[in-house]
DNA sequence: ACCCAATAGTTGATATATCAACTATTGGAA
DNA sequence: TTCCAATAGTTGATATATCAACTATTGGGT
C-alpha cells in the first residue's frame, strides 16, 4: 500500500482545494470559510446558541466561542443571554451581517457550482454514496 | 442549493473522520498524523530537505520548519546542514524516529484498510477519478 | 571580484482545532 | 429547601495552517 499516495490523501486533497477555492472567493469580504458558515447558518436559522451552532457545523464549542466573540467585534453578530435560562446566548446576525450573508452565500454556491461543473447526476449521487459509505467506515 | 449540506460538506466531513480515526490510532505513540506523515515520508526517501518535505506533503514550508524543530526536540528526527549547500538542511530519522516508523506505518495502513472496507475494485477507482475530477475543478 | 536575484529556511501574526479544566446556572432528588 | 449532577459557555495549552517579512546563502552576469 502506498501510504502517502491513497484514498485518504485524495479525501485530504481535495477538502483542501476547496477550502483554498472558497477562502479565495471570500476574501473580498474578509471572512474566513468557517466564519461564512456561521453567518449562512444564523442567515437560515437566527437566534441559535452556540452549543446548536457547533453541533449544526461539527465544531468544538470552544471554538465557536473564539469565532463568535471575533465576529461579535467585527460587528457581524451579537449575542443577547437567553432570559429564561441564562446560561444560554442566543446568537444572531446583525444587521451588517445580514447584509454580508448576502454577499457571502453567492461565495459559497459559487464555489459548489464550479465543484459540480461536468459531473452528471448519476456521478453526483454515485460519490455521495461512497463517500457515506466511507464516513460510515470511520465512524463504526 | 442547500449550503449546509452538499458535496464540500461530505467531503469536508470524510476528511474529518479519516483524520479522527488515524489521531485515535496513532495516540498510543504520541504523535499526530501530521507528525506521522512526515515519519513515512522520511522512513521512504531519508535526508530531504525541508523544502521538499513541503513540496511532497502539499505543507508550507513554515509548517514544516515548526514540526520538524518539535520532533527534533523530541529525538524523533534531526537536521545536518548540507555542506554542498548551506541553505539546505538533510532532514533523517533518528533511530528512535525509524524503531518509531515501524509503529506508525501500521497505524497509517491500518486507517486506509478500514476506510476501504467494502469497497470493491471499482467502486474505488470510480471514487478516486470523481474526486480527481473534483479536485482539478478547483484547480483550474 | 562584485552585486543582485533566487532560494532555503525562520519568525511573527492571525485563525482554527482539540482537549481538559474551569465558572455559572439550572433542575431535580432527597 | 438544599444540594448535586448536568448543561452552556469560557479559558488555557498545544498543534497546525497561511501569509508576509525577514536572514543567510548561493550562483550567475557583468
Not at 470559510?33 to 436559522?45: G, M, W
Not at 453541533?55 to 451579537?78: C, N, Y
Not at 446566548?89 to 459548489?112: M, Q, R
Amino acid at each position: 500500500m502506498d501510504l502517502l499516495d491513497n484514498i485518504a490523501v485524495l479525501i485530504h486533497d481535495a477538502k483542501l482545494d476547496i477550502a483554498m477555492h472558497m477562502t479565495k472567493s471570500l476574501a473580498p469580504y474578509d471572512i474566513t470559510p468557517e466564519q461564512a458558515f456561521i453567518i449562512v447558518l444564523l442567515n437560515e436559522r437566527d437566534g441559535l446558541s452556540q452549543g446548536e451552532i457547533a453541533f449544526a457545523l461539527r465544531k468544538d464549542k470552544s471554538s465557536i466561542t473564539r469565532m463568535i466573540v471575533s465576529l461579535e467585534t467585527k460587528g457581524i453578530m451579537h449575542r443577547i443571554t437567553n432570559s429564561y435560562d441564562r446560561r444560554y446566548f442566543k446568537v444572531s446576525l446583525t444587521d451588517k451581517g445580514k447584509s454580508l450573508a448576502t454577499n457571502v452565500i453567492p461565495c459559497i454556491s459559487g464555489t459548489i457550482d464550479v465543484l459540480e461543473t461536468g459531473f452528471s447526476l448519476e456521478e453526483m449521487n454515485e460519490l455521495r454514496r461512497l463517500l457515506i459509505k466511507m464516513r460510515d467506515n470511520m465512524r463504526k
